[in-house]
Structure formats: C-alpha cells, structure tokens
C-alpha cells in the first residue's frame, strides 16, 4: 500500500554535533582558564575593530584634505541634459570614473595607506594613531594582537573595498560622486532660484548661522569649489548644518537655511516648487554607522530587543528630528503626495523593475498595462522602431538599464493614449493617478504600524505580535520605494529633498528585522 510513497521525494535532515569535554580534559581547561581567556579575547576583539574603524576615518579625513577634484564644470552641464543620448552618456560615465579615481588618487598618495589592508595597520599605524594618553587602555589591548594579525585578515578585506575606484556602493568614490555630488548640484540649482526670487533668504540664514559655519558664507557654499571641501565629514557636517541648523549644548536650536525657508514659504504663502527645501548630504562611508549605532550585533536578551524596537518605531517614524521639527513621517509621506501640483512630474520617477509589474497588478489587475502603455507610446514617438525586425529585443532594450527609471508624467501620458482591455478599462475608471495610489499605499501601511504597535505595547513578549509589527515597519517602506531614485539624474528637488530625508529614515528596517529574526 505505502510502496508508491517510499523514494519519492528527498528527506532533508540536520545533523547537530556538540564536542564537550569531559574527565582530564575538562579539567585541563578550567585549570588553564582557556575558556575565560577565549571570552576576554573576543571582547578584545570587538573593541580592536572598533578602533580600527575610528583609525579608518581619521585616514579618510586627511588624505582627502586639501583634494580639488578636476572636471566638476563639465560633469554639471551634463548631469543636467534630459535624456542623454549615448554619446553623452558615455562621456557622463567617463567622468564618474575619473572623478572616483581622482578621490582613490588621494588615498594612494597618503604614506600610510600601503599598510591599510596589512597586519602592520595593528602592529605599527593603530599604536601611532593611539599615542594620548588617554588611549592607554586602548594601546594594550591592540597590542595583545601582535601575533594574532590574522584575525583581522577578513575584516582588512572588507574595509579595503571602500577605497576602490570601481562604481560600487560600498565605495568612499560611489558615495561621494553617485550620491553627494548628485545632491549638492540639485541643491546648488535650487539655492540659484531661491537666490533669483528671495534673496534675502540667504542673507536671514547667514545672519542666525554667523559662528557656526566655521568662517564659510551661504552663498559660496554652493559654488562648486566648495564640493571639494565636503570630502572629508568635517565640511560635511557644516554644509548640512547650513541646510539644517543645529542645536546647542543649552538646548537653544539655531535654524539653518532650510528651516528659514519654511517660515518664508508659510509666511507669503508661497508653492513649494517656486520656494524648494535642500537635502543634506550623505554621511562619509563609516561615519554613517555612527547613525546605527543604536542597532546592536545582535540581542542579549528580550528587554534589549524590544528597547530596540520600540527606539525605531518612535526615532525613525512617529518622532523623527529632521530639517522639519520633530516629525511623523507617516503623515509627512502622506502631505508630500498629496501635493503633486507642486512638482514637475517629470522629475518625479518610479523605478523600471518588479515595482513597476507590482504597481500595474494592483491598479489594473494586469501586470503588464503600464509597461505596454509605455512601449506603445515609445513607438508612437519613433515611428522608425516599427521597422526593427525583431521588435520583442527592441522592447526588452527600451526597459533595460538606460530606462530603468520612469517619470510620472511619462507614466500618464502613456496611459491616457493607451489602448486597454476592457478589464483595464473598467479598473481604470477608479484610477486618480499615481500619486494618489501612492498616498492610499502609505496611508494603509501607516495605519496597520500604528495599530501593531499599540497591540505589540500591550503584550511585548508574544512573538506574533512583534513580527506583525515589523512586517508592518517594512510594509510602509516597501509602499514607498519605488519612488526613491538613487539614479544621477536631474530630479525636482522640491518632491526628492523632503522625500528622501523621510525615507531614508526608514533604511534601519531591513537590518533591525534581521536581527530580530535571528534572535
């Protein structure tokens, strides 16, 4: 009866061993206090890669002082060109590579970066860089690793990939040219129209920030020479400082640019297009993990956890300090998208991948509307690819990685001439845009992350109601992704500056669920 059953299917068992020491053994361990001075090593060793971090910044900082990067001209006049084609674009990427390899040039030049990746980093630059006396402690501890070197080999490994000069995104180059070059030259283009309609704006600024900008003048801070300074985190922090204020030891906050802005805007009510907020720039690589320093490697017991979470949920989400205040993001998200006539939808994207397929099932219960709509109106555009004699690999090429972002109003337009079937039709007859689609996503996500937690609050301990929470937490950022661009292209600055800074408050999600996972 059973015979038709037995060899069917694989059968796949785990096999746990555990080596426990015992008689003359165990007791040679405990005399020899080999378990207790393997503990002590790996807290040792925490600590060692620890300062290695803190060595790396410091390496960071001074062998990017003084770099003046050549080409910044002509990368700005065609970051700015619509469409590229592809003579252009080659020469865009052209320059991304010799502007990454000028920052890499920086690196090669400092003296101490032959040892960066070697076990003389432990033996001979980190006791250098430990010299005050205050890092005694410090000292003996890296120096217990003289002859353990080899620990570090994989950690060396992966710090040695920020300084590469490919166009990755662990890369110090991919950050500095791909994103904070990309956002100080939409800010820059913003600042020249604040300048043009409300240039006392600036000056108000100037006013409140007088000693905290280290000398500099908000208008010279937008002028492509400075882009040099903010290599290092230093100018960094003071470029984002002059966005976004600061608060002093006693508590008073000082208004940056930004917060200026707002109170202007509001004050003459004034469209956030003709009047845009500016976006700080990205954290120097390393010294962004100081932001996640409330992240643990992992949890020591229960109470850790839920703290944890319970931090995210309130300093990520319902009360998040940015240029704005303290703020929900929740209800920022939804203010944002409900503001489209502020922006011009076609520097506002969604991304050309599984988001796009996914967004199309749930407007029109049919993943492929949005992606025909959008070939139909390209070959309506250029008659001449009609004429290709194999139109699926034209099809497959317009949706490959020179399209892989599509603005909003490109979406709209292709739908409203779009031919559809008449199920799409029917569920088009309760379509209001994407925006609006957007805003009804959030609004949802929003509403089931307030609701978990307050579940989750009342019992902390069930672990259903703690997945629920952060399937929720990661819900509301999925909602929203497709619309965060990391692409360097011209972006409306007044939709992405406030967008990204709210989004981006969201990214400790991916790793904090992880963590809770494993424990």
């Keep these: 009866m059973f015979l038709g059953f037995i060899n069917k299917y694989q059968l796949s068992k785990t096999l746990r061993f555990e080596l426990k020491p015992i008689g003359k053994t165990l007791e040679f361990i405990e005399q020899k206090g080999l378990i207790v001075e393997d503990e002590a090593r790996a807290e040792d060793y925490k600590r060692v890669k620890e300062l290695i971090d803190k060595y790396h910044k410091e390496f960071i900082h001074q062998a990017l002082s003084g770099i003046r990067l050549d080409g910044l001209d002509r990368y700005e006049e065609l970051f700015f060109i619509q469409n590229r084609d592809e003579k252009t674009q080659k020469e865009f990427e052209k320059l991304q590579d010799d502007l990454r390899k000028q920052i890499v040039a920086g690196f090669k030049a400092h003296e101490a ?62 950050r500095v040219i791909h994103e904070n070059l990309s956002i100080f ?33 908000v208008e010279d801070m937008f002028e492509l020479d400075y882009f040099s300074l903010t290599l290092t985190q230093k100018y960094k ?58 992240l643990h490697e992992s949890f020591a017991n229960r109470d850790e956890l839920n703290s944890t979470v319970e931090k995210f949920y309130k300093e990520s989400i319902v009360e998040f300090a940015c240029c704005d205040g303290v703020v929900d993001i929740t209800e920022k998200f939804v203010e944002t998208l409900s503001d489209d006539s502020n922006y011009d939808l076609s520097k506002v994207f969604v991304k050309n991948d599984i988001s796009l397929t996914a967004i199309s099932q749930e407007i029109f219960k049919d993943y492929r509307v949005i992606k025909d709509a959008l070939w139909q109106k390209h070959l309506a555009d250029n008659p001449k690819a009609t004429k290709s004699k194999d139109i699926t690999v034209d099809e497959e090429k317009y949706f490959s990685r020179k399209n892989s972002y599509f603005s909003i109003s490109q979406i709209e337009k292709a739908l409203n001439k779009a031919e559809l079937s008449d199920e799409a039709k029917k569920e088009k007859e309760n379509y209001k845009g994407l925006f609006d689609f957007f805003k009804t996503k959030v609004a949802e996500s929003s509403k089931a992350v307030k609701e978990n937690f307050t579940d989750w609050q009342n019992n902390k301990e069930d672990k259903k109601l703690t997945k629920s929470l952060l399937d929720s937490m990661l ?42 996972r494993n424990f």
């Design 113 to 174: 970066f032959k040892n960066i990746d070697k076990k003389e980093l432990i033996t001979v630059e980190l006791p250098k860089f430990l010299k005050d006396e205050k890092d005694k402690k410090d000292r003996e501890i890296v120096k217990k690793f003289d002859s353990f070197t080899t620990y570090f080999t994989g950690f060396h490994e992966n710090r040695k990939n920020i300084y590469s000069d490919k166009a990755q995104h662990s890369s110090i180059g991919y």
């Design 185 to 217: 030259l939409a800010n820059k283009r913003a600042f020249e129209l604040v300048q043009q309609n409300f240039p006392e704006i600036a000056q108000i600024a100037q006013d409140s920030l007088l000693e905290h900008l280290e000398g500099g003048v």
């Design 237 to 294: 922090d003071i470029y984002n400082t002059m966005l976004g204020g600061k608060v002093l030891e006693d508590g008073t906050k000082v208004q940056g640019l930004n917060e200026h802005i707002n109170l202007y805007r509001q004050k003459y009510n004034i469209e956030k297009r003709k009047l845009p907020n500016l976006k700080a720039l990205h954290k120097q690589i390393l010294s962004d993990r100081e932001s996640m320093s409330w």
């Design 475 to 516: 819900n509301l950022q999925r909602a929203i992704k497709p619309l965060f661009v990391k692409a360097e292209i011209d972006k409306d600055i007044a939709f992405y500056a406030s967008f990204d800074t709210y989004f981006e408050s969201l990214s400790g999600i991916v790793k904090l669920y992880d963590k809770v």
